[in-house]
């Protein structure tokens, strides 16, 4: 017999195409068979081990989050419901062009102290790994040699490849420099990674030209690989930096994937439709595009990310020196408030759309769920003053929301033929956003149930075998028989999203069931302990 079949399925298989009813069957990690209307065809109906009756229920294949910040989390958290739940079967880690591997001791130390923000401190963790093969070995190993809790495909970080090759300075890369970050980035490929990530609001990264980021995403192309990046401006200057990267990676013959890509900003109301003209315009000719977006209107990063590029040249140490210094102090309140800095993506600072919503210091909650403007407001200090003390004496860990978005950007970019889902989950601070728990049933329950905006099969296509080809999974995303069974069952009239901004950390409803790698990991509605993920290598070309 076979391990599994779930029976009387309304098979939404990943393609985009119309549902059907069937019973699927699993063994040994895979998909065997789907029998299309099995009930109905008088025939032998299979037999396993086990029987599931999914009437009433979809049967998807597994999420896949394109733009995850899971990258310590995955090592020191087994349970990870906050993608488990929802249904999240791979996670794509190594974002924002900042992450823990390659790495040297120095470059190890200050990138941790640079996306503490994103990923906590690490003092749990033991990082035994300074190669991106290594690094996913750890991740295959995960607790105990068991694994991890989900799936993980990685992007080679550039501005940790520029941090380990030519530092923290604002300056070009000597010719020695960047055959040194080419070589890294090779190497990388070669061990797994599925293609390069870069934060181009974020130092060191923002430091490299286009010239740069064009030899390096020419490694990226001959590996088989794509370019992820945040790009240099959401706001003032989004569809000039968008266009930015289409020019670049077209010039490189790079496939590119356009990392959370939102409108946002009020110079941005209604302007998705721009947006949307120039991606359409390049794939007619041709281009290799797709992008991903989280379905709602707030953004979510670091308080230090917001300042500008020349106050963070040198690394975080370098950051906390300005800062302390009262006249340096100035300036930076002057290019956040008056000029809009670059790290503000060229808007200036509204204090009452900034929100902190996680801190490392205990002593600092009481400004957690607050404004900076809310907080200086009660304190009679200036916003800034609230800000900059913030940033000193939790040294630069504080996160924020920013409530700059639009909602019918958000709609009309969902959209759109090439979009997939990323959550950008920040699961740190006392008050995350809540896309980190609740992405996907929010597509699921609000833009396709409630909203219409998507049709139930368009929104599994684009949660599912849409990113299972961008990274060329060629087992993975879709219902057939021979494809690894990374699965979700779903009740399609309760599916909703629990997280909330009062309550991010609610998990959510209407799935029961998720198999990875043909094992649950969650059954009826339960977290079981089984760790079924491990690291998903590049396929190579």
């Not at 941790?112 to 906590?120: D, E, K, L, T, Y």
């Not at 302007?271 to 595009?289: Q, S, W, Y």
Request: glycine content about 12%; charged content about 25%.
């Amino acid at each position: 017999m076979e391990d599994l079949v779930i029976r009387d399925a309304d098979v939404v298989d990943g393609t985009g195409g119309p549902s059907y009813r069937a019973d699927v069957v699993v063994d040994g990690g895979r998909i065997v068979s789907v029998v299309r209307e099995a009930a109905a065809a008088g025939c032998q109906r299979p037999r396993a081990t086990r029987e599931l009756d999914a009437e009433g229920l979809v049967l998807s294949p597994g999420f896949v989050d394109m733009h995850a910040h899971s990258d310590l989390a995955l090592l020191r958290d087994p349970d990870h419901s906050a993608k488990v739940a929802q249904g999240v079967t791979l996670e794509v880690i190594g974002q924002d062009g900042l992450s823990y591997a390659p790495v040297d001791d120095r470059t190890l130390g200050e990138v941790r102290r640079a996306i503490a923000g994103w990923n906590g401190h690490g003092d749990d963790v033991d990082f035994d790994w300074r190669s991106v093969g290594e690094y996913l070995d750890r991740l295959d190993r995960g607790f105990d040699g068991q694994g991890i809790a989900v799936n993980a495909a990685y992007l080679i970080p550039q501005g940790t490849v520029r941090a380990l090759a030519v530092g923290w300075e604002d300056r070009e890369a000597t010719g020695a420099e960047l055959d040194r970050m080419r070589q890294l980035v090779a190497e990388g490929l070669e061990q797994g990674a599925v293609g390069m990530s870069s934060g181009l609001t974020y130092t060191p990264g923002m430091y490299a030209k286009d010239a740069e980021l064009t030899e390096l995403c020419r490694v990226v192309a001959r590996h088989g690989g794509y370019y992820c990046p945040h790009h240099r401006s959401y706001g003032a200057g989004a569809l000039e930096a968008y266009r930015e990267m289409v020019t670049l990676t077209g010039e490189a013959g790079c496939p590119l994937h356009l990392a959370h890509a939102t409108m946002n900003f009020g110079v941005n109301e209604g302007r998705a439709p721009e947006l949307l003209a120039l991606l359409d315009e390049a794939l007619a000719a041709g281009a290799d595009i797709t992008l991903d977006t989280y379905p709602y209107t707030p953004g979510c990063t670091t308080l230090v990310a917001i300042l500008p590029s020349w106050a963070s040249e040198g690394g975080p140490e370098e950051i906390l020196r300005r800062l302390a210094d009262d006249a340096t102090a100035s300036r930076i309140r002057h290019h956040l408030e008056e000029v809009g800095s670059d790290g503000c993506h060229g808007v200036p600072v509204e204090w009452e759309t900034i929100e902190i919503s996680g801190v490392s210091d205990l002593s600092l909650t009481e400004y957690v769920g607050r404004t900076v403007a809310e907080s200086a407001a009660a304190r009679g200090e200036t916003p800034w003053q609230v800000a900059r003390g913030l940033l000193l004496a939790d040294r630069l860990a504080p996160t924020i929301l920013q409530h700059v978005g639009h909602e019918e950007n958000v709609r009309t970019i969902m959209r759109h033929r090439v979009h997939t889902g990323g959550s950008d989950g920040i699961l740190q601070g006392a008050k995350p956003h809540p896309r980190a728990y609740g992405t996907f049933p929010h597509y699921l329950g609000r833009y396709v149930r409630e909203l219409g905006v998507l049709s139930l099969e368009e929104c599994v296509a684009h949660l599912t075998g849409r990113p299972a080809a961008r990274l060329r999974l060629p087992d993975r995303g879709l219902v057939r028989e021979g494809h690894r069974a990374d699965l979700v069952l779903f009740d399609p009239a309760t599916v909703a999203a629990g997280s909330t901004f009062e309550e991010p950390r609610a998990l959510p409803t209407g799935i029961p069931h998720v198999l990875i790698d043909g094992r649950f990991v969650v059954e009826d509605g339960r977290r079981t302990d089984v760790l079924a993920g491990r690291a998903v290598r590049r396929t190579p070309v």
